[in-house]
């Protein structure tokens, strides 16, 4: 316990904070380059094949570089060749089992992280059918079950570094791939990793059309929100312990509520990841918010039996909204489907009729 | 003052001192000697009920000391141990002081007359030069004195000491052995001192209990005592 | 025992510490709030009023949980450093923290409803500090030196680690970050309407101790000493338990476990009094204590535009360098 304290106040102290801003990202992308949004990947179609970068969400520095072949025993210099089609995935990303559904390529899952935080019915039914194993969190994944099962990729979230175990594994052959979609914060940024799915998976051409389907919804309800006259005020996050956790300007959310045409609370706040404030100024801040988003219970009584001074939130009693009732649903499908998100808000904020329900959002009684 | 009848003292599988019969009187001053590890301690710790005995009894003014309770046991007899307690940022005012608890109330309130006590215990032992001072300041030997001041003031009709004089230089110590058969006779009190030098002891001139090396039993030896009579019985 | 007039100064001059403290406290958030705010919370309380909602409903328990975990944990800490005759002794090295920890993980991590209600912590909290505040005493009666006694202490803390670190490998993740923040401590989960009932188990707990004045005099020369002078020993040292155990749990439930103020605060007073006068060593724990607390708290306020930090760290900060340099007196 003691230790964990030190833990916190170091990494509060030195570095790691939440509001550092990510640097600017330099100029990687090259010719025949398929991503426009995204900055931490680049798939670069050659013929058949794809070359695969992966930049570091802090440096913005190419870290891995992968050669996606149709061929076998094709290779490149300076890239690790994967033998495409993928026949067998571990995914420890639930957004990945949203993006391989999206494709009706979840089949060619064999391992998730746990059985709880799957929403997809078909990769559900073959976890029961023990066609698909459970391995537990990254930082000490069960290394004998996963060989096992002999998968082809592991494709891991990157928490800073590589997972432990990930060398012993691709000296035997089955290599690991970063996915940083949830360290993107371009609305369209997350989606568009459907194409490196779809690249996986022999279906480009569908995550492609699919892509460019959902980016056209997404814009055509941007400009259909900017010619909404009302702005309503937005606050969003919660407490986590004594401190009050926004996101900032730059931040995904931040983003998506600019692009629904609201006034989101803290946007003046820089940087990409959390702006940390106490209580007594959130309360200070919001008497008069319309709108409070994402507080990460289902219930009002949740929310003050987490702390019962949160009764004094403005807009607790009725414009309170989030996706905790369905949470697996949220977490894996939001990403590749910004634009319902986008319709959602525009929904609840401007109460526009977007769409015939609300797709992940539910106001909080 | 003090009846032993038919005692047996001594942790619970060694006896280590009887007596058959014992009175020890009030007004006098009497002096424990015995080898090292015959039990003086033990015997000094039994009256006092610290020790349990291993058969007969123990009786103070004429009562079963087990009879006592803690409040009327401190009343009655007082203890100078030989040990003295570790304690940071005590004075030795207030450590003479708490001789007077078993007399105040709740909050320890000294009155007038606990004050006066306190004070001529600090007269009668001549310590009025260390008032004021630290008792983790003090040497082993004003310690010793200063313990002592505290028995004083708990006002017992009965005294023991552990060893009183370890610490103290020879005329200091022949100094305590007068001045507490003084105390004795002056205020009636019965006090029990444990020591293991005979020679000094005998200077004072007042009565032995010697525990016999051989039978381990207690005798009195009345003043004026012997010398090689009493390291026959409880030296040899 | 004596009261010099020095004494007596000092113990005014914290005795008018405290409220100052108070009033600075209750002043020294980020948002500034007028007096008028203040007086009209109390008196003329109109609940739409956001700034008077701040004060009443945020501030004013915050800074009244200050004083309480300041001064009962100090008082806590006086209280176990004389029954052990060991200034090295307090409700954290002793584990006594670590017995409400315990109970308290267990009753937010089982999931049972009841037990992760607030009545339920609670009850956990205070029933593990009293069972360990047992543990700790029947340990004690077998070991003769201080360090020994503090050593198990020690252990029970790192053997209840353990069992916690067990408990949040097997949790939820919701769980473990509900417990996870509640390790943290923080003055700022009580309502204004839970203050009243917490108020006075302190009050009792410092009633109780006054109660004890004469008998915690005789035990700073120690147990014999103190059962020759008439104290009964095995009477005090379970309401001296008792009383620990009250202040520990209360705190513990109410902020989370906050570490050191009840092993740094007494050995301040005495230093600073230069007695074992129990009538002075109570108030001014309570009194430095609490301050002590306050002071912290004003300072995590002052810092909070640009870092927050728990109070539990905080009081770590501070008090650990403070116990090394008693220890390195005392060897001295």
């Keep these: 316990m003691k230790r964990m304290l030190l833990l916190i106040?170091?990494?509060?102290l030195f570095g790691c904070s939440p509001t550092s801003e990510t640097k600017s990202l330099p100029e990687q992308k090259k010719e025949n380059s398929t991503v426009s949004y995204a900055s931490h990947f680049d798939l670069i179609q050659t013929g058949d094949d794809f070359l695969l970068h992966f930049m570091s969400p802090e440096s913005g520095e190419i870290e891995h570089r992968f050669f996606l072949t149709k061929t076998i025993d094709s290779s490149r210099t300076g890239y690790t060749t994967i033998e495409i089609p993928s026949t067998k995935l571990i995914t420890l990303s639930g957004t990945s089992i949203g993006m391989l559904s999206t494709l009706d390529k979840q089949q060619l899952i064999v391992g998730v992280s746990n059985k709880n935080y799957v929403y997809d019915?078909?990769?559900?039914?073959?976890?029961?059918?023990?066609?698909?194993?459970?391995?537990?969190?990254?930082?000490?994944?069960?290394?004998?079950?996963?060989?096992?099962?002999?998968?082809?990729l592991i494709l891991y979230s990157g928490f800073g570094s590589d997972f432990p175990g990930s060398k012993k594994l691709n000296a035997l052959g089955i290599k690991s791939i970063p996915i940083y979609d949830w360290r993107e914060t371009h609305p369209l940024g997350k989606a568009e990793w459907i194409k490196l799915f779809g690249a996986l998976s022999n279906s480009y051409?569908?995550?492609?059309?699919?892509?460019?389907?959902?980016?056209?919804?997404?814009?055509?309800?941007?400009?259909?929100a900017k010619t909404l006259s009302e702005s309503p005020t937005i606050l969003s996050g919660n407490l986590l312990g004594d401190i009050w956790y926004a996101p900032n300007g730059n931040s995904f959310v931040a983003q998506m509520l600019e692009d629904a045409h609201v006034t989101y609370k803290y946007r003046e706040a820089k940087g990409t990841g959390s702006v940390q404030l106490s209580l007594e100024q959130v309360i200070k801040d919001n008497t008069n918010t319309e709108f409070w988003i994402n507080p990460g219970f289902s219930s009002k009584n949740a929310i003050l039996e987490l702390n019962t001074k949160l009764k004094h939130i403005g807009p607790l009693d009725k414009n309170t909204y989030c996706y905790s009732h369905n949470i697996n649903l949220f977490w894996e499908r939001s990403a590749i489907e910004p634009h319902h998100v986008l319709s959602d808000f525009i929904q609840i904020f401007h109460n526009v009729k977007t769409s015939d329900s609300l797709y992940f959002y539910k106001n909080i009684e | 003052m003090i009846e032993f009848k038919k005692t047996v003292i001594g942790h619970k599988k060694s006896p280590l001192i009887s007596i058959d019969f014992l009175e020890l009187k009030a007004g006098e001053l009497y002096i424990l000697i015995g080898k090292n590890g015959s039990g003086k301690s033990t015997l000094l710790k039994s009256i006092i009920g610290f020790n349990s005995l291993l058969s007969g009894e123990v009786l103070v003014e004429g009562k079963n000391i087990t009879s006592f309770s803690k409040s009327e046991l401190s009343k009655t007899v007082s203890f100078v141990r030989s040990t003295f307690p570790q304690t940071d940022y005590l004075k030795v005012d207030d450590f003479i002081a708490l001789g007077r608890s078993p007399y105040t109330n709740a909050l320890g309130r000294l009155s007038l007359l606990d004050k006066d006590i306190i004070n001529n215990s600090i007269q009668t032992l001549k310590i009025a030069h260390l008032k004021g001072k630290f008792t983790s300041d003090?040497?082993?030997?004003?310690?010793?004195?200063?313990?002592?001041?505290?028995?004083?003031?708990?006002?017992?009709?009965?005294i023991l000491l552990d060893e009183p004089t370890a610490f103290?230089?020879?005329?200091?110590?022949?100094?305590?052995?007068?001045?507490?058969?003084?105390?004795?006779?002056?205020?009636?009190?019965?006090?029990?001192?444990?020591?293991?030098?005979?020679?000094?002891?005998?200077?004072?001139?007042?009565?032995?209990?010697?525990?016999?090396?051989?039978t381990k039993e207690l005798h009195l030896v009345e003043a004026p005592a012997e010398k090689s009579a009493l390291l026959n019985m409880a030296f040899s | 025992m004596s009261l010099t007039k020095k004494q007596l100064y000092f113990l005014i001059i914290a005795g008018i510490l405290l409220p100052v403290l108070c009033v600075v406290h209750l002043f020294s958030g980020q948002i500034s709030i007028e007096f008028q705010d203040f007086s009209n919370s109390l008196f003329h309380y109109n609940n739409q009023d956001t700034n008077q909602i701040i004060v009443r409903e945020l501030r004013i328990p915050r800074m009244l949980m200050a004083v309480i975990a300041g001064g009962g944990l100090s008082l806590a800490g006086l209280l176990m450093q004389t029954l052990f005759n060991n200034p090295l002794a307090g409700p954290f090295v002793l584990g006594i923290n670590?017995?409400?920890?315990?109970?308290?993980?267990?009753?937010?991590?089982?999931?049972?409803?009841?037990?992760?209600?607030?009545?339920?912590?609670?009850?956990?909290?205070?029933?593990?500090?009293?069972?360990?505040?047992v543990l700790i005493m029947f340990f004690s009666l077998f070991v003769r030196s201080h360090v020994s006694l503090l050593l198990i202490g020690l252990m029970l803390g790192s053997f209840?680690?353990?069992?916690?670190?067990?408990?949040?490998?097997?949790?939820?993740?919701?769980?473990?970050?509900?417990?996870?923040?509640?390790?943290m401590g923080s003055l700022q989960n009580t309502e204004l309407s839970q203050l009243p009932i917490i108020s006075s188990l302190f009050i009792l707990g410092i009633i109780g101790s006054i109660l004890l004045i004469k008998p915690l005099n005789t035990l700073t020369?120690?147990?014999?000493?103190?059962?020759?002078?008439?104290?009964?020993?095995?009477?005090?040292?379970?309401?001296?338990?008792?009383?620990?155990?009250?202040?520990?749990?209360?705190?513990?439930?109410?902020?989370?476990?906050?570490?050191?103020?009840?092993?740094?605060?007494?050995?301040?007073?005495?230093?600073?009094?230069?007695?074992?006068?129990?009538?002075?060593?109570?108030?001014?724990?309570?009194?430095?204590?609490?301050?002590?607390?306050?002071?912290?708290?004003?300072?995590?306020?002052?810092?909070?535009?640009?870092?927050?930090?728990?109070?539990?760290?905080?009081?770590?900060?501070?008090?650990?360098?403070?116990?090394?340099?008693?220890?390195?007196?005392?060897?001295?």
């Design chain 3, 221 to 332: 020369i120690g147990e014999e000493e103190a059962k020759l002078l008439g104290t009964n020993y095995k009477t005090i040292r379970l309401v001296i338990i008792v009383i620990t155990a009250l202040f520990t749990g209360l705190v513990t439930a109410f902020c989370g476990p906050i570490a050191f103020v009840g092993l740094a605060v007494p050995n301040l007073v005495r230093i600073i009094f230069k007695t074992q006068n129990h009538f002075v060593l109570i108030f001014a724990s309570v009194f430095i204590g609490g301050a002590f607390i306050l002071i912290c708290d004003i300072l995590i306020q002052i810092l909070e535009s640009s870092i927050h930090i728990p109070i539990n760290a905080f009081t770590s900060l501070v008090g650990a360098p403070f116990v090394v340099l008693i220890v390195l007196k005392r060897l001295a």
């Design chain 2, 138 to 158: 003090l040497s082993d030997g004003e310690r010793q004195l200063v313990s002592i001041a505290k028995a004083l003031t708990q006002d017992t009709s009965i």
């Design chain 3, 98 to 133: 670590s017995g409400s920890s315990l109970f308290v993980a267990f009753s937010i991590m089982t999931g049972i409803p009841f037990l992760s209600s607030d009545f339920g912590i609670i009850s956990s909290a205070l029933i593990g500090a009293f069972s360990f505040g």
């Design chain 1, 205 to 224: 051409e569908k995550a492609e059309s699919y892509f460019n389907e959902i980016e056209s919804a997404y814009f055509e309800l941007k400009e259909e």
């Design chain 3, 160 to 183: 209840t680690g353990a069992i916690v670190f067990i408990l949040q490998a097997a949790s939820s993740s919701e769980e473990l970050k509900s417990f996870t923040m509640w390790a």
């Design chain 2, 168 to 214: 103290l230089d020879y005329s200091n110590k022949s100094h305590l052995h007068q001045l507490l058969k003084r105390i004795a006779h002056e205020t009636n009190k019965c006090i029990i001192l444990s020591s293991h030098d005979l020679d000094l002891s005998l200077d004072t001139n007042c009565s032995f209990l010697a525990i016999n090396n051989s």
């Design chain 1, 121 to 152: 019915p078909k990769t559900r039914t073959r976890i029961e059918n023990n066609e698909v194993i459970e391995v537990g969190e990254e930082s000490n994944l069960p290394l004998e079950k996963i060989i096992q099962s002999s998968p082809q």
């Design chain 1, 9 to 12: 106040l170091v990494l509060n």
